[in-house]
């Protein structure tokens, strides 16, 4: 199916259109030379420390430590744990979905990023022993090192739905725009769920489908991205003058954590469709796909005995199974990070954040094993699970790492920046930017409000600077 056609953003001086203006600044050598040369690190300028590095994980994380580490160091030892050759843009997989792009749009190598005197060992981590310094792959090579950067992201955990399993996403209504495999080179999740507004589509209009949208109790990558598919299948609805009933189902008990954003969802966007019903604190439990019957866990309070002392009534918690209809569901998968990591000395042993790499929210040094660094999803800490929060990472984190080879005190510091460009519309983008203190906007302009800026931005800006300036260190 071919991507969508549609009409230009008004047009601006000379009859250019802003899509089109935006598209060549993307697309522009010289803006990506301007954006660079300030972050560029000089041999001249690098450290001399030494000792073997070895960096696990081959996406976006991994990459951008493993660029910025050859840059930042005269005499680089490092190594490289992927089994991927195949980089899936991830971010680009919600405008496959909305049809803007097509899937080969975001499929790249890593044979462009990994050079020659990096060692690339294309296999998986099947265990850590931080204790001796060394870790075992897959295929039962122990690997020894001085200095070890985790980058392996997050897996996604379909099978922890019950009744549902991978084959049958794309099938009954069913769709997942999370769903991906870059060690064989496959990003189904966008084409899938662009079949899925289609059909939604062509079901709305012969009636009023009901279709449910999920977001699961887990952290997961990209917060925003459930709501982006909520908004952009509405849209893509409401542009052909169809509607159906949205349910969005959550675990969590507001839109959005941050107080501006949360206000534009709640009393502009929403009340723009006006066809979408939110149930909080639900969560995706079960599925039955043949009768397409979605099971949700929610918590119902219960009048118990009444106490004579506290003169009140007990209040007694209780979880209850909700089954709810549905002819089309989009199912965002609980996720966590690697086994690897989970079971192993490295992640977090107990609290919230159990199974995920224990580092220092700040520094990104591992809080027990200093020599051990995060970067990106796998990171336990509380906020950072979006491309954008790795990218402030990368500096950070190799700098720490860096001070840490010389002996040195760590001084950098990671103030939690996120950045999540949710799509609220065709042509429409809240750039939601924040930190640990709160909402951080990187222009002097309100965090909440609709933008056609950020959509020209997203769409067609920020690939070429993923490709040309993120994966290679550059910004």
Known sequence: MSKIERNPLENIQNGMSRRDALKLMGLSPI???????????????????????????????????????????????????????????????????????????????????????????????????????TLTTRKGEVVKYDFLVVATGLVYHYEKIEGLTVDMIGKNGISSVYLNNAEKGTADGG??????????KEAAKKGKPRVICTQPATPIKCGGAPQKILYLAD??????????????????DK??????????????????????????????????GEKKIATFETKKLTQGAYDEDLEEYEMIEEVVRVPLEYDFIHIVPPMSAPDA???????????????????????????RYPNVFGIGDVCGIPLGKTGGSARHHGPIMVTNLIAQMEKKALTEKFDGYTVC?????????????????????????????ERWIWWAFDLYMLKPMYWHLMMRGLM
């Not at 084409?191 to 939604?200: E, G």
């Not at 959005?256 to 469709?273: I, S």
């Open 31 to 133: 803006a990506a030379g301007v954006l660079a040369s300030s972050t560029t690190t000089t041999k001249a300028s690098a450290s001399d420390a030494k000792g073997k590095i070895v960096i696990v994980g081959g996406g976006a994380g991994g990459i951008m430590a493993m660029a910025r580490l050859r840059s930042a160091l005269s005499n680089p030892d490092i190594t490289i744990i992927a089994p991927n050759e195949v980089h899936i843009y991830q971010p680009g997989q919600v405008f496959v979905a909305a049809g803007e792009y097509a899937p080969e749009d975001i499929i790249g190598s890593n044979l462009d990023f990994i050079p020659d005197d990096v060692k690339w060992i294309k296999d998986e981590v099947a265990s850590f022993e931080p204790d001796n310094n």
């Open 191 to 200: 084409p899938i769920t662009w079949k899925w507004f289609n059909d939604v």
């Open 235 to 252: 849209d893509y609805l409401k542009q052909a003058k169809l509607t159906a009933d949205f349910i969005f189902a959550m675990n969590g």
């Open 255 to 288: 839109l959005f954590g941050v107080p501006a954003v949360n206000e534009t969802l709640t009393k502009v966007v929403q009340p723009r469709y006006g066809n979408i019903t939110n149930k909080f604190k639900h969560n995706l439990v079960a599925i039955d």
């Open 341 to 367: 990591v989970k079971n192993s000395p490295l992640g977090w042993q107990k609290g919230t954040a159990s199974g995920w790499l224990e580092v220092d929210q700040e520094t990104l040094q591992h809080t």
């Open 421 to 449: 460009p949710l799509k609220t519309q065709y042509g429409k983008i809240i750039l939601a930017e924040f930190n640990y203190l709160g909402a951080a906007p990187s222009f002097p302009l309100n965090v909440g409000e």
